[in-house]
């Protein structure tokens, strides 16, 4: 059974840092390209960043270009959300989802998903 953690979540103030970091199980991690998302009330789940299967390739959305950097550990099994100079417009659920070989930029084609981690920016 396939499972992906999120964890790192919380509250913070507007300019403070996050990191976030998902666990994943029951798959062959080093074969998945891994993605995060967010979700704001009310609003569609968008794409933040991904990464390649090997970490050699990453893309990150323009809303949080400059600010956010994603890295994998496959000797881990783990993804990394580095999240600097949060401003409210993050606050979010963020998901941890994994896709076969290739990197994506949108929902489709992931097929696991993390249930998300809560965060909070203050102003």
């Known amino acids: 059974q396939v499972q992906l953690v999120e964890s790192g979540g919380g509250l913070v103030q507007a300019g403070a840092s996050l990191r976030l970091s998902c666990t994943a199980s029951g798959l062959t991690f080093s074969t998945y390209a891994l993605g995060w998302f967010r979700q704001a009330p009310g609003k569609e789940r968008e794409f933040v960043a991904a990464?390649?299967?090997?970490?050699?390739?990453?893309s990150v959305a323009d809303s949080v270009k400059g600010r956010f950097t994603i890295s994998r550990d496959n000797a881990k099994n783990t993804v990394n959300l580095q999240m600097n100079s949060l401003e409210p417009e993050d606050t979010a659920v963020y998901y941890c989802?994994?896709?076969?070989?290739?990197?994506?930029?949108?929902?489709?084609?992931?097929?696991?998903w993390g249930k998300g981690t809560q965060v909070t920016v203050s102003s």
């Open positions: 990464i390649s299967w090997s970490g050699g390739s990453t």
């Open positions: 989802a994994a896709r076969y070989r290739t990197i994506g930029l949108v929902k489709t084609g992931y097929h696991y």
